[in-house]
């Protein structure tokens, strides 16, 4: 999934005229935020990536899904961003 996002991010970097980018990764309900930054082309958080070929390379550390959409402050961060 980080994988996917981060490639979809890039594909759409050269072609962004606003300043950022936001993007929501949704699983059940948890939520993390991706950005993605015109000037640099940057995604942030940066993609996930094990340097051992054994290992699946797309996993997202848990940090990364701190929303809640059903809490009533984090739903207000789902709001604010899905009308970005």
């Known amino acids: 999934m980080d994988r996917q996002i981060h ?8 072609g962004l005229v606003i300043p950022q980018l936001h993007t ?10 991706y950005v993605l930054e015109n000037a640099t082309s940057l995604v942030t958080p940066q993609q996930n990536i094990s340097s051992n070929k054994d290992i ?3 996993l997202t550390p848990q940090s ?5 959409i059903l809490e009533v402050t984090r739903k207000a961060k789902f ?3 899905s009308r970005m």
Do not use: C, N, P
């Open 64 to 68: 990364w899904w701190q929303y809640e």
């Open 79 to 81: 709001s604010r961003l």
């Open 7 to 14: 490639k979809g991010l890039d594909k759409l970097a050269d």
């Open 24 to 33: 929501v990764s949704l699983m059940g309900m948890m939520f993390a935020t």
């Open 56 to 58: 699946i390379h797309d």
